[in-house]
């Protein structure tokens, strides 16, 4: 239908004979002679219609409407000198049409294509139109050229490319999982994969050796930005590696992807940093590294303070840490509000921040004054402190200083506008991850990263002795910006050390039977030394996309209460098909008063 896509012609091509197919993008009237723009997916091109080129096909065109499917057939010309667009790729040429056909009418639309619409419902509702628009093509086309790197550059390391079950088992990933009744095994139930974990460890015993999938996983959890029900996982595990050798994979791996997403050459090995680096300095496991704003230790300074809650804190064992957010003495009250929400959020036991800010030559803090001449020099030597600096401390165990301070540094970084550069790229890898927490409420240990990861080797007699705190993984989670844009580990592949981290995570020995045999039955016969590592393919689409949500870069991403709004998913179902898959609702609808 088209002898030309609509962003191909140049002056190069003038007085050819072209047939272009597409949608009127825009109709204009100058004086009875149509002019419009005709889209298509790589770009636009102007048409005109005069009545002396085809009487007809000049009538026809001034029918036309935004969005009609048209074809246009006719001359590549010159424009007039004055009237080029210099924005438009083919902006130095128009097709002056001697034929025009229309393809498909289109209805009034229920929102304009070239404007940024606030409605999300609305752009959901009519997702379809949402994705013509620029933003959207452009979010579309660089998830496919960096989903099609990620397969070149694996299909050239040697990977295979293997599906795994949708239909499966519950999995130990952390999250709550999606349910698939089973008609033909009454009362049974799948469970959609929250990733395919366990199925590529057995790939590696079954002798691939090297395995990626482009995998689906589901979790139903509470949605955020950068959160979805269903997504995409770059999924790769390789026997015979040890962490060096995924490592370098990955950092190639990313490399090819920012290439051809992005254009953009990105360093070939990331920077490293500890686990425990990360939290202390940064206050987050995946620390954004793109401003200097580092968490100091103010153990020393405070030593022998007179000041009682630091005192205090310090003799039960817990840090005293501060920030300097360099020059950003002009806080205004709105923003130190916002900050001393955001530290209670993070779990501030007290309404406000601590802090002392340096403006006009005078400290302004209710905390100077109780510090001791020593302890002021000291803090000003410490978190050099300058003219028109604010420093924010806080006070507690190290895990909470450190989610405290790691917040309120992010949102520094956001107020002092420290991230506005769309082409910074900080990439590192964080390692040295704990193998096990204690989960606060039930005081049980649970994996950091799942059941699967390799303890450390150095630190297997800790795990045997129950020190299960000080036991570190041979795990590693690749960020980037703040991101994680992807985590795995060193597997274990005997079946003794699996089945001690099964009894410390609590697991009993009927439950391994019943939810792992097939794992631990299979580490029976010769299972390899194997590891991998999940990307998040939406998150790694956001950033390459510079959209700071992973809605923009899914074609039908489902809103915040996990719902599609266009297909109107999920839906009811009815009695007999419940019946058919043996299921009863509980579930009381609410009269429409209530609801
Ligand atoms: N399956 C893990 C996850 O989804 C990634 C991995 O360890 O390879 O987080």
Redesign the pocket.
Known sequence: MRSHHCSELRESDLEKSVKLTGWVNSARDHGGVIFIDLRDREGMTQCVFRPEENPDAAKLSHTLRDEDVVTVEGVVSKRLEGSENGRMATGAIEIVAKDLKIVNKADVLPFQLDKELSNEDLRMKYRYLDLRRGRMSKNIRQRSQITSAARRYLDDAGFFEIETPILSNPTP?GARDFLVPSRLNPGKFYALPQ?P?QYKQLLMVAGVEKYFQIAR?FRDEDLRADRQPEFT?I?LEASFVDKEDIIGLVEGLLGSMFQAGRGIEIPKEFPRMTYREAMDVYGSDKPDTRFDIKITDLADVFAGTGFKIFKNTLDGGGVVRAINAKGFATITTGQMNRLNEIAVQAGLPVKNLAFIKYENGEYKSPLWKVFSDEEKTAVTETMNLEEGDIVFFAAGSRDSVSTILGRVRSECAVMMDLLSDPDQFNFLWVEDFPLLMQDEETEEWVAV??PFTRPHPEDLELLEKGDFENVRAVAYDVVLNGYELG???IRIHERDLQTKMFKALGVSEEEQELKFSHLLDAFRFGAPPHG???LGLDRIAMLVSGEDSIREVIAFPKNNKGADLMAQSPCEIGPKELREVYVQSTYKKKPPEQA
Request: with cysteine; net charge negative.
């Open positions: 990933e990733a974990q996983c996982q999924d990263h799942h985590g795995g580990s991998g590592l999940a």
